[in-house]
């Protein structure tokens, strides 16, 4: 996990290991369900249980009383979906239906599960002996313990299976999941210290959990934010209550079949932050049945392509010193096929447009289209910052990130911190350092030198090249310099060695 700051994470690769061995020939889509169910089954457990132990020893406390659990946050797990009663039934050929009633138990007993936990652990499908050694074998780590929950261990567990899963199922599984190094680039630019953040496509939640992480490492309150989110896919849903839930991270996460666009959950709300990874290039996204749609205050997004519908509902639900950071496609950047072009000018235009991150390829697990971050602000003037007003940043990463694996690349926290910084310096934060461009790297643009590009916004065009090497030779010249001396020593080579054998 490669410059993640995750620390040691060895275990939870063997614990990966073993418990895809036992996925036989079950889905990865599927299995995921029936792997994350039972690691937040084992979590809730340990830490009723650590309570239950201290109760035990308080003459006056009855450790079977629910509101004692209700008082201290903590979820109250009944006897028979208690961990321990699980573990020894591991083994009966009646498992699986001992799981689902545990969930059933769960949920009625505390209502802010309800609907949230997988209940199909009986289906014939489902191997049962391998249903037991999985029991067995998440049985074998401690999750919910005092110790464990300051290391926020369940979280790095979930999360670190949430990118496997999604490495395994490929492009469809990646949905759900925003790379770790993106969600933290994001969070880290639009520093959501309090006030309502908001993902109407929130995946498994990540970009909630990173907010919340974000606001204890600077030593905030928490209690200061609001979480609003919605979700069109159920499973997926159930994925970030219950990542939410393990953190104990109280949110407003919506789920309908019909989605964002054609049924929003909170209509009336003004964000003050809006944090988002929606899919990229979306065809079906309804687009016939909204063609007069309040929000359209830009342009009338093409059917074909949701990618400037998501903008516009971005920029609809921001408060009037809103901010939002989301993921999009390259080609939103340049696209001018069926009349993007048009309300990316008018957006640009209303000079909303705040910033624009390009980046690296490989950062995803469910698609090789390249992407870059949009950040829009409503108030450019905004007192909390300089006045940005006709002016726009441009910052180009494609060269940054290191290869994880054979596939995947990532930031690393130390260029999640280059970007970051670089963004808080222009737009005049308190305490940040002096903006100055950067060759290659950064650069501010004003409007007209947008327009003078056809309000195009793909930093390449802004940032120019790379200031060359200290011997005054560009990098990539030098590359074609040694390249071609290189090929010349190996014809020379190949032509000593066929005059040596000439003459044997």
Same mark, same amino acid.
Request: one cysteine or more; hydrophobic letters at 40%.
């Given at each position: 996990?490669?410059?993640?700051?995750?620390?040691?994470?060895?275990?939870a690769?063997?614990?990966?290991?073993?418990?895809?061995?036992?996925?036989?020939?079950?889905?990865?889509?599927?299995?995921?369900?029936?792997?994350?169910?039972?690691?937040?089954l084992?979590?809730?457990?340990?830490?009723?249980?650590?309570?239950?132990?201290?109760?035990?020893?308080?003459?006056?406390?009855?450790? +079977?009383?629910?509101?004692?659990?209700?008082?201290?946050?903590?979820?109250?797990?009944?006897?028979?979906?208690?961990?321990?009663?699980?573990?020894?039934?591991?083994?009966?050929?009646?498992?699986?239906?001992?799981?689902?009633?545990?969930?059933?138990?769960?949920?009625?007993?505390?209502?802010?599960?309800?609907?949230?936990?997988?209940?199909?652990?009986?289906?014939?499908?489902?191997?049962k002996?391998?249903?037991?050694?999985?029991?067995?074998?998440?049985?074998?780590?401690?999750?919910?313990?005092?110790?464990?929950?300051?290391?926020?261990?369940?979280?790095?567990?979930?999360?670190?299976?949430?990118?496997?899963?999604?490495?395994?199922?490929?492009?469809?599984?990646?949905?759900?999941?925003?790379?770790?190094?993106?969600?933290?680039?994001?969070?880290?630019?639009? #520093?959501?210290?309090?006030?309502?953040?908001?993902?109407?496509?929130?995946?498994?939640?990540?970009?909630?959990?990173?907010?919340?992480?974000?606001?204890?490492?600077?030593?905030?309150?928490?209690?200061?934010?609001?979480?609003y989110?919605?979700?069109?896919?159920?499973?997926?849903?159930?994925?970030?209550?219950?990542?939410?839930?393990?953190?104990?991270?109280?949110a407003?996460?919506?789920?309908?079949?019909?989605?964002?666009?054609?049924?929003?959950?909170?209509?009336?709300?003004?964000?003050?932050?809006?944090?988002?990874?929606?899919? &990229?290039?979306?065809?079906?996204?309804?687009?016939?049945?909204?063609r007069n749609?309040?929000r359209?205050?830009?342009?009338?997004?093409?059917?074909?392509?949701?990618?400037?519908?998501?903008?516009?509902?971005?920029?609809?639900?921001?408060?009037?010193?809103?901010?939002?950071?989301?993921?999009?496609?390259?080609g939103?950047?340049?696209?001018?096929?069926?009349?993007?072009?048009?309300?990316?000018?008018?957006?640009?235009?209303?000079?909303?447009?705040?910033?624009?991150?390009?980046?690296?390829?490989?950062?995803?697990?469910?698609?090789?289209?390249?992407?870059?971050?949009?950040?829009?602000?409503?108030?450019?003037?905004?007192? @909390? &910052?300089?006045?940005?007003?006709?002016k726009?940043?441009?910052?180009?990463?494609?060269?940054?990130?290191?290869?994880i694996?054979?596939?995947?690349?990532?930031?690393?926290?130390? +260029?999640?911190?280059?970007?970051?910084?670089?963004?808080?310096?222009?737009?005049?934060?308190?305490?940040?350092?002096?903006?100055?461009?950067?060759?290659?790297?950064?650069?501010?643009?004003?409007? +007209?030198?947008?327009?003078?590009?056809?309000?195009?916004?793909?930093?390449?065009?802004?940032?120019?090249?790379?200031?060359?090497? +200290?011997?005054?030779?560009?990098?990539? #010249? @030098?590359?074609?310099?040694?390249?071609?001396?290189?090929?010349?020593?190996?014809?020379?080579?190949?032509?000593?060695?066929?005059?040596?054998?000439?003459?044997?």
């Amino acid at each position: 996990m490669a410059g993640n700051g995750n620390g040691d994470l060895s275990f939870a690769t063997k614990l990966w290991k073993a418990a895809d061995k036992m996925r036989n020939n079950m889905d990865a889509a599927e299995y995921k369900h029936v792997v994350l169910g039972l690691i937040f089954l084992k979590y809730i457990s340990d830490v009723f249980t650590e309570v239950f132990d201290e109760l035990k020893k308080d003459k006056l406390a009855d450790p +079977e009383n629910i509101d004692e659990y209700r008082s201290r946050t903590v979820f109250w797990v009944p006897l028979d979906a208690r961990w321990s009663y699980l573990q020894k039934n591991a083994k009966q050929p009646t498992i699986g239906k001992i799981i689902d009633d545990a969930m059933d138990a769960i949920e009625r007993d505390n209502p802010s599960l309800k609907g949230v936990l997988a209940k199909n652990y009986a289906r014939p499908a489902l191997d049962k002996q391998r249903l037991g050694e999985l029991i067995d074998l998440i049985g074998t780590i401690g999750l919910g313990d005092k110790e464990n929950r300051s290391k926020d261990l369940l979280g790095r567990v979930y999360e670190y299976f949430l990118g496997q899963f999604a490495d395994a199922e490929g492009k469809k599984g990646g949905q759900f999941y925003t790379p770790r190094s993106i969600v933290n680039l994001l969070v880290q630019m639009l #520093e959501p210290y309090q006030g309502r953040v908001f993902d109407p496509c929130c995946g498994s939640g990540g970009m909630f959990v990173q907010s919340e992480k974000f606001i204890e490492n600077h030593g905030g309150n928490v209690g200061d934010l609001s979480i609003y989110g919605q979700e069109s896919n159920q499973t997926t849903w159930r994925l970030a209550k219950m990542n939410l839930a393990i953190r104990g991270i109280d949110a407003n996460i919506a789920w309908n079949n019909e989605g964002s666009f054609l049924k929003d959950a909170h209509k009336d709300l003004k964000a003050d932050f809006v944090i988002a990874n929606p899919p &990229f290039n979306d065809s079906d996204w309804k687009g016939e049945l909204l063609r007069n749609d309040v929000r359209w205050q830009h342009g009338t997004p093409p059917v074909g392509n949701a990618n400037f519908a998501w903008v516009q509902h971005f920029i609809y639900h921001l408060a009037p010193a809103g901010v939002a950071g989301f993921v999009l496609a390259n080609g939103s950047m340049s696209s001018n096929t069926s009349g993007e072009g048009d309300i990316r000018k008018a957006i640009i235009e209303a000079d909303l447009v705040d910033c624009m991150v390009v980046l690296p390829s490989q950062l995803f697990y469910n698609t090789m289209i390249p992407a870059c971050l949009w950040f829009i602000a409503r108030d450019k003037k905004n007192h @909390k &910052f300089r006045n940005r007003q006709g002016k726009v940043l441009f910052i180009d990463a494609r060269n940054l990130g290191e290869m994880i694996d054979r596939r995947h690349r990532e930031l690393t926290d130390g +260029e999640i911190g280059r970007i970051a910084k670089t963004y808080h310096a222009w737009r005049g934060e308190k305490g940040a350092s002096k903006y100055e461009d950067v060759k290659g790297f950064c650069n501010e643009a004003t409007l +007209e030198d947008i327009r003078k590009h056809g309000h195009i916004l793909t930093p390449g065009r802004y940032v120019g090249a790379e200031e060359v090497a +200290e011997d005054g030779e560009a990098f990539e #010249e @030098k590359m074609k310099r040694l390249t071609g001396e290189l090929a010349g020593q190996f014809k020379k080579s190949h032509e000593l060695e066929a005059a040596i054998k000439k003459n044997r």
